[in-house]
């Protein structure tokens, strides 16, 4: 009798079902993010569709996280009940400092409870909960060109930015694009495909345009820690170190005539690049008004070093300083630095603290040995913490921190995973 080759399927196990879920649930908030941004410029003189677009997209972000939340609570029962023990604390804490300096909190549980509460530990505590990382990185570098999509179709049918009067820039699109740079720059480190190779110019040239400098440093940072902080060394980690050297040589010889070049190429096709605007009138270091905002938060700071102003609880008082109306105040007085935004939050103690517990984890790769665990920790790690540290805020309003976090402390929740 003639055995006949019957194909064996396998069937999944009930945690790498659970995994891809989760994976799939945490992609899809940050290609649901991008597409609100992307979405919202599009729209961006049309005030009553862009607050539309925006309800919408947080409410199905929030139910999406809480979905993912409810799928892990029994096996991370602990961690999520902490998280919110500790975080609802510190929100209680800052709105009672806030209602005794005389201010609403609107602001407060509109920004930094949903946020935090809805989305931030969410996502920390489903990425946590994911065993395989494997399938989580996967998931993330399919969503990475979907969410390219709608960068794209952000860069293309941009509008004038009236705060700036720019063709082209718009901070938060060097703030979105970091991840599916990320990856694809993380992939061709790793690959070295051709196409990712393509894919990764264009991205590295819209964020150029667009002028992002935390963009530019949380890259920079990415690079340093994937061939020193990581201990990965080859031929090609050579050869491309070389190469990075004798492009800036070239550019330090020419640069002006070649960004000069580029500059009109640009101007001539509708495109201006903030960048090189900056550069060419000699205010490449401008900060706008940061530094105006950070002096009032210094102040603050020596006001109250010890207990600070709470956990959002500076809006009201920044911009009561910084000369503006209290009515319609947002999230956007703030000293724009994450390391005085903890200090004038949580005091100086506490500040310091929680400042060390999110750099700490920037420097731990080189104990990781799981090859796909340390490309996560690279690349949050960068896209989270490097741009907040020192020219943005909001660490524990930017569910992509509570990423890196909960990835970093959490790393071991199903055995060791520092070995290959």
């Keep these: 009798m003639i055995k006949k080759n019957i194909p064996v399927f396998v069937s999944k196990s009930k945690t790498e079902k659970r995994d891809l879920l989760l994976s799939r649930l945490v992609s899809l908030y940050f290609v649901l993010a991008l597409a609100n941004y992307s979405l919202k410029t599009y729209f961006v003189h049309m005030p009553v569709i862009v607050s539309m677009i925006n309800s919408v997209v947080m409410t199905v972000l929030v139910v999406t996280m809480f979905l993912s939340l409810m799928k892990v609570y029994k096996i991370n029962k602990a961690i999520i009940q902490k998280s919110y023990l500790l975080f609802g604390f510190l929100l209680l804490v800052g709105c009672l400092i806030n209602s005794s300096n ?128 990581s201990n990965k060394s080859s031929k090609s980690t050579t050869i491309f170190i070389a190469l990075s050297f004798a492009v800036i040589f070239i550019v330090l010889l020419s640069g002006e005539f070649l960004l000069g070049g580029l500059h009109s190429s640009l101007s001539s ?54 000369g503006s109306t209290t009515l319609g105040v947002s999230s956007y007085y703030n000293p724009h630095n994450g390391i005085l935004q903890n200090l004038v939050e949580f005091g100086v103690v506490l500040g310091l603290i929680a400042t060390f517990l999110l750099v ?32 943005a805020a909001g660490f524990f309003t930017h569910p992509e921190v509570a990423v890196f976090v909960y990835l970093y402390y959490f790393r071991n929740r199903f055995g060791k995973v520092d070995v290959s």
């Design 269 to 322: 096709h509708g495109i201006q690049s903030r960048t090189l605007d900056m550069f060419f009138s000699g205010d490449i270091t401008l900060s706008t008004e940061r530094d105006e905002l950070r002096a009032i938060t210094l102040d603050m700071i020596k006001e109250s070093p010890i207990l600070g102003w709470g956990f959002g609880g500076e809006y009201y008082e920044v911009a009561k300083r910084f």
């Design 102 to 229: 005389g201010y609403p909190n609107d602001i407060i549980l509109k920004e930094n409870a949903v946020w935090n509460l809805g989305l931030w530990i969410p996502l920390g505590c489903s990425v946590c909960s994911i065993r395989d990382k494997n399938i989580l990185y996967k998931e993330l570098l399919r969503a990475s060109y979907v969410m390219d999509i709608f960068l794209a179709f952000s860069f293309l049918t941009r509008q004038v930015y009236t705060e700036y009067g720019l063709v082209a820039y718009n901070m938060s699109y060097g703030t979105y694009i970091l991840l599916p740079l990320l990856l694809h720059l993380n992939e061709f480190l790793k690959r070295k495909s051709k196409i990712v190779l393509i894919v990764l110019f264009l991205e590295l040239f819209t964020l150029l345009v667009y002028g992002n400098r935390g963009g530019l440093l949380a890259i920079a940072f990415f690079i340093f820690t994937y061939f020193v902080l």
């Design 360 to 391: 700490k984890p920037l420097f731990g790769t080189r104990t990781v040995r799981n090859g796909t665990y340390k490309d996560l920790l690279m690349i949050f790690g960068s896209l989270a913490i490097i741009s907040r540290l020192i020219s």
